[in-house]
């Protein structure tokens, strides 16, 4: 088994209507889903994509927001979790163990972005020089207050970071765990959003995907544009309203 602290190693979408959410993912990403039993009678829908278990999709609870749910990868979750509350986090699930899978919880850091953080029973998933389509290629953190979230992921989860140019009014910081990128943060485009965490989604073409995701029912936030020397990506909003981005990462000096 081999862990990669730092790393976002799981994804989970949050909503009132599991079944429709499923439709329009496997339809969007040709994900598919495994309804696996757990313990207590319940039903956990896990996504693949291809052979890859990648994610999976549970129910809000009543009246909260549709969203999706990261989750990071720590080398011991109690610690890490006294050490996030410590530094000013809430908490939301403290330190639980899901078994035969691993041992989480879930917090809320200082600026208000949800999510959760993790050891996997069975290791992380190992890096890959480019992310298949369908896969995860990046998560970004949006945040009404960039420093405090910066000093706060610095501290606990013990990122480094880069500052680069991403056509963004404020700087784009890039979080690094042993010289490897694992996830950028900046200041929201709207300071009175709250803060919240964004994955990305590889696929082989953004506009083609964006139209799609559209004619499934998506609402698009940010239309189809290039980020230079990175790739071309969209923001939608689900049918059910939760964000997503989806990029087309440049490959071997392409588009």
């Known amino acids: ?21 499923r439709a329009f993912y496997d339809q969007l990403f040709n994900w598919n889903t495994e309804a696996m039993k757990m313990g207590g009678g ?42 996030a509350i410590k530094a000013g986090a809430k908490s939301q699930m403290p330190p639980t163990n899901f078994a035969d899978v691993g041992r989480g919880a879930s917090i809320t850091d200082p600026t208000g972005a949800a999510f959760s953080i993790w050891k996997n029973q069975g290791g ?34 013990r990122y480094t970071h880069d500052r680069e140019s991403m056509g963004t ?45 559209q004619e499934l029912g998506a609402k698009i936030l940010s239309v189809a544009s290039d980020i230079p020397g990175v790739g071309r990506f969209a923001i939608l909003a689900d049918p059910l309203g939760a964000a997503l981005a989806i990029i087309r990462t440049k490959r071997d000096g392409a588009g």
């Not at 088994?1 to 959410?21: N, Q």
């Open 124 to 157: 992380d998933r190992a890096d890959t020089a480019q992310a298949p389509p369908g896969d995860w290629a990046w998560n970004e953190l949006w945040t009404p207050d960039e420093r405090t979230a910066l000093a706060f992921y610095e501290k606990v989860f």
């Open 42 to 83: 319940q039903t956990y829908y896990m996504i693949h994509n291809g052979h890859d278990g990648i994610g999976g999709y549970r129910s809000a609870p009543a009246g909260a927001p549709s969203h999706w749910v990261s989750y990071l990868s720590v080398p011991d979750v109690d610690a890490t979790f006294a050490s």
């Open 1 to 21: 088994m081999s862990y990669l602290p730092g790393k976002f190693v799981w994804f989970e979408h949050m909503s009132s209507d599991i079944a429709k959410a």
């Open 169 to 213: 009014p404020g700087t784009y910081y890039v979080l690094k765990m042993g010289g490897v990128p694992r996830a950028g943060l900046m200041r929201s485009a709207q300071p009175r959003a709250p803060a919240m965490w964004l994955p990305y989604v590889e696929v082989e073409d953004c506009d083609a995907s964006a139209n799609l995701a």
